[in-house]
C-alpha cells in the first residue's frame, strides 16, 4: 500500500488532506507541532477507512527532526510515496511593524520546512522512479497581500521551489505541483469580522468561500495515477477569485 505524509495535519486543511487520502486507501503518516490531541483526533479519522496511521512530532524548519521523522515513518509504514508539504504559520503584521524574527519563522516553517522534507523524501522516491510531491502554496504568493509580506514571500518562493524540483525530478518519474487555496473557510476565518468576509466573497465569482475538502479533493487527484502527466503546475482553489 503506498504511504502519505502530510505536514501540518493536526487540524484545518491538513486534516481534511489526511482523512481524503486515507479514503483512497493510502497509509497515513501526519506530522504536528504542539496539539498531540488533535494529532490523535485526525489519525482516528483516518483509521476509519482501515489503513494504517500515524503521527509523529516535528518542527518541519530542523533539518534533525525532519531526519528523524523520515526514518520514524520508513520504519513503521514504508518509504514515503507521497508528500504533502501544508505545514505553514503567520505572523502578520505591515512591513514597518514587522520584526526579523516573524519574517525569518514564517518563511523558515512555510519554506525551509518544504525544502528539507522533499529533500529528504525524495531520496527513496528516486529508488523507487516514481512519487509525488504537492505544496500546498497560497493565492497570496501570486497576488501579494497587505499585511502579509513575510507569507506572501514565502508562499511565492513554494511556487518557485515547486517548478524547480518538478524540473530537476520529471525524468526520474516524480512530479511535483503546487495548490494554491484562496478564502477556504476553517475555524481561523471563522473568526474574522462579518465585513472583512463580505468584502472577500463579493471577489468571488462562485459566490462562496472554498472548504477544505475542495483543496484536498484536489491534492488527491495530483497524487493520482490520473494525474501522471502533471507536474510543475499551481493548481488554484479559488472559486475564481
Avoid: H, W
Avoid at 514565502?154 to 530537476?168: C, D, H, N, R, W
Wanted: aromatic fraction near 6%; hydrophobic fraction near 45%; charged fraction near 20%.
Amino acid at each position: 500500500m503506498s504511504v502519505a505524509l502530510i505536514t501540518g495535519a493536526s487540524r484545518g486543511i491538513g486534516r481534511v488532506i489526511a482523512e481524503t487520502m486515507a479514503k483512497a486507501g493510502y497509509d497515513i503518516a501526519i506530522c504536528y507541532s504542539g496539539n498531540e490531541s488533535a494529532a490523535q483526533e485526525t489519525i482516528s479519522l483516518c483509521k476509519k477507512y482501515g489503513v494504517q496511521a500515524i503521527y509523529v512530532k516535528a518542527d518541519v524548519s530542523n533539518a534533525d527532526d525532519v531526519a528523524n521523522m523520515f526514518s520514524e515513518v520508513k520504519s513503521l509504514l514504508g518509504p514515503v510515496d507521497v508528500l504533502v508539504n501544508n505545514a505553514g504559520i503567520t505572523k502578520d503584521g505591515l512591513l514597518l511593524r514587522m520584526t526579523e524574527e516573524d519574517f525569518e519563522k514564517v518563511v523558515d516553517i512555510n519554506l525551509k520546512g518544504a525544502f528539507l522534507c522533499t529533500k529528504a523524501a525524495i531520496k527513496d522516491m528516486l529508488k523507487a522512479k516514481k512519487g509525488s510531491i504537492i505544496n500546498i502554496t497560497s493565492i497570496v504568493g501570486v497576488t501579494g497581500n497587505a499585511g502579509q509580506a513575510n507569507y506572501s514571500a514565502s508562499k511565492a518562493g513554494l511556487i518557485g521551489f515547486t517548478k524547480s524540483v518538478a524540473k530537476e525530478y520529471g525524468s526520474k518519474g516524480i512530479t511535483v505541483n503546487a495548490v494554491a487555496p484562496g478564502f477556504i473557510q476553517t475555524a481561523m476565518t471563522d473568526s474574522l469580522p462579518e465585513e472583512v468576509k463580505s468584502a472577500y466573497l463579493k471577489q468571488i465569482p462562485l459566490g462562496r468561500f472554498g472548504t477544505p475538502e475542495d483543496v484536498a479533493s484536489v491534492v488527491e487527484f495530483l497524487a493520482s495515477e490520473k494525474a501522471a502527466y502533471v507536474t510543475g503546475q499551481v493548481i488554484e482553489v479559488t472559486g475564481g477569485m
